[in-house]
């Protein structure tokens, strides 16, 4: 029998092991391959895949997803008692005890099948690595999006929250935020906390979204104005007083704010008599809602509020007037008079 020893580049090692069934031998005597692996090559645990994911969305600037893979790398270790598998022992019975197990932690189901497609898209990665064969283990189990309780509020909810007269500067803060965010056609509060003071110029502001980098254009309106006012900028760099200190800390700041902007959120609702929990996504539910029962087209709504994942939507947003979009903004704005 000959041993031969093989040394592969990372491609020639995926390459060999999904070819690994026709390398059986010869007519005439067994050959036996031995393959060293370069120290640089992935290692192929479940816990390494999430590990290497997670280094390079951080790698390249992509923080809130590395988070998100975080959170379900943590749930999974959990499940597994921190104790390591194989992507060959994700099948579909291990994946129904993990969404099984998901739910008994009190998850909501769409909150189970975010962490299951988080899974599910690290295991195909696997699976075109050549790590494991594919057992379509997330059949039996849950990874689409349900629908959810409403989370849109009306223009008569937002009115009162306008109106009322909030001792607490916290409060008074968190409801101006909201307002911020609703007459800027639902801006996200990441997005809200990196505004620059340069970009608002001529009566345009100007911002690209941090989820999809997507270049967006607004019309300046007097209410902006009033609230930006109201709250004057801490570092003379940044529109809103949200990030205080150009420390390099600057995430950690804004998710620090973002959170007591919402618990004070609560209690404004409260105040203002609206049944639902408020949190600053509601204002951009709250637009959105809005603006359709006025009668503002779909693409118009899409387009206004930077939606560059919906392929359908974008089709029709090639043909859309920015002014078409700006004066359904201030239609809406004008309710709130």
């Not at 099984?100 to 009190?106: D, V």
Request: proline share 3%.
């Amino acid at each position: 029998m000959a041993n031969i020893i093989i040394h592969l580049s990372k491609e020639n090692v995926q390459d060999l092991i999904k070819n690994r069934d026709i390398i059986v031998g010869s007519d005439k005597k067994e050959v036996r391959l031995s393959v060293t692996v370069p120290p640089n090559s992935p290692k192929g645990s479940v816990f390494d895949l999430f590990r290497e994911h997670i280094s390079k969305l951080k790698q390249n600037g992509c923080l809130r997803t590395a988070e998100t893979y975080t959170a379900t790398f943590n749930k999974l270790r959990r499940f597994c008692n921190n104790k390591d598998i194989a992507p060959s022992d994700i099948t579909p019975e291990l994946m129904g005890s993990f969404e099984t197990w998901l739910r008994n932690q009190q998850l909501a189901k769409n909150t189970s099948s975010f962490h299951l497609r988080k899974v599910k898209a690290l295991y195909n990665k696997a699976v075109e690595r050549g790590l494991t064969v594919d057992v379509h283990p997330f059949r039996d189990v849950y990874t689409g999006i349900d629908k959810t309780q409403k989370r849109a509020i009306t223009i008569d909810d937002i009115r009162r929250m306008k109106s009322l007269v909030l001792d607490d500067p916290m409060d008074a803060f968190a409801r101006d935020m909201f307002i911020f965010s609703f007459c800027t056609r639902g801006m996200a509060f990441v997005d809200m906390a990196y505004l620059r003071m340069e970009d608002v110029n001529d009566g345009i502001l100007t911002y690209r979204r941090k989820k999809t980098g997507k270049l967006l254009s607004i019309r300046w309106e007097s209410y902006m104005q009033e609230i930006v006012e109201r709250y004057p900028s801490k570092t003379g760099f940044y529109l809103l007083p949200i990030i205080h200190s150009l420390n390099g800390k600057e995430r950690n700041q804004y998710r620090h704010i973002q959170a007591l902007v919402n618990e004070s959120l609560k209690y404004v609702g409260q105040l203002a008599k609206i049944d639902q929990k408020l949190t600053m996504y509601v204002a951009r539910h709250s637009w959105a809602s809005i603006a359709r029962e006025m009668g503002i087209p779909l693409n118009v709504i899409s387009h206004g509020m930077g939606h560059s994942d919906e392929k359908t939507t974008e089709i029709y947003l090639k043909s859309v007037d920015m002014t078409v979009v700006d004066d359904a903004n201030r239609d809406i704005i004008r309710r709130l008079e």
